[in-house]
DNA sequence: TCATTAAATTGTT
DNA sequence: AACAATTTAATGA
């Protein structure tokens, strides 16, 4: 892996000494994962930690009726998967990429160096642990309290956490059916959602994408 | 490069 | 949930 790469944008690498960053590189493998494909299954002993470069991942399940519940979407600058590194078990999701993404495979060997030896790695993932905290113990009291078009507004507002996801366009390509996994909504709803959030300009919504013109708006949507 | 066709996504009932 | 309309992507002249 070169340097200078995208992932050197990457908050966590930021602090790392240029050794580490060295081994990270050395260590690191970069796939093009195409759309529809999986990059980790569900139950599988997981033997990495996971970044997304480009593209769109979520992270899902499905019901024994074949019902889709989609827990996070995760857009390029997200990192995911330490509670199965940090723990032995199975990994208790799928991962999936909406669109043909580059996704980086981090070994856990590597992974448990970093953690024993660099502090800022640490302390990267406590905040990121935080803000995941803060984002689940919202999203249930946004489940309970808010109406359908604010659950939509504060889900893509979530997909644009600065911290969790630095540097990132304002365009999301992602279907609307998408959507509506990610809200717990049927498609339609989620269309009817997403217009009217169009209607007062927090957001643009054309084929395959949408486009964030007001994340503060999207935030406070409802409130 | 342009026209045709298929596939994906969105709109409507 | 089913169907129609629209947009994009793929194919081949």
Known sequence: MPENSLLDKNAWMLGLT??????????IVIKLVRQGEYVCRKGEAPAFWHGVISGLLKITNVSMSGKEVTFLGVPPGGWFGEGSMLKEHPRPYDVVALRDSEVAYLPRATFTWLLDNSISFNRFLVNQLNERLGQFI?????????????KVAKT????????????????????????GHLCGLSRQRANMALKAL?????????YGEIEILDLPGLKNFGL
Do not use: K
């Not at 050794?19 to 050395?26: K, S």
């Not at 919202?138 to 604010?150: N, P, Q, V």
């Not at 911290?163 to 390509?173: D, F, H, M, T, V």
């Open 138 to 150: 919202a999203a249930i009291e946004y489940e309970r309290l808010l109406d359908t078009d604010a």
């Open 198 to 206: 169009e209607q007062v300009n927090l957001i643009r919504v054309s």
């Open 156 to 179: 893509l507002a979530w997909m644009f956490n600065p911290y969790l996801y630095p540097g990132q366009s304002s365009i999301l390509a992602i279907s609307q059916e998408e959507v």
């Open 18 to 27: 240029p050794e580490q960053r060295d081994r990270v590189r050395r260590d």
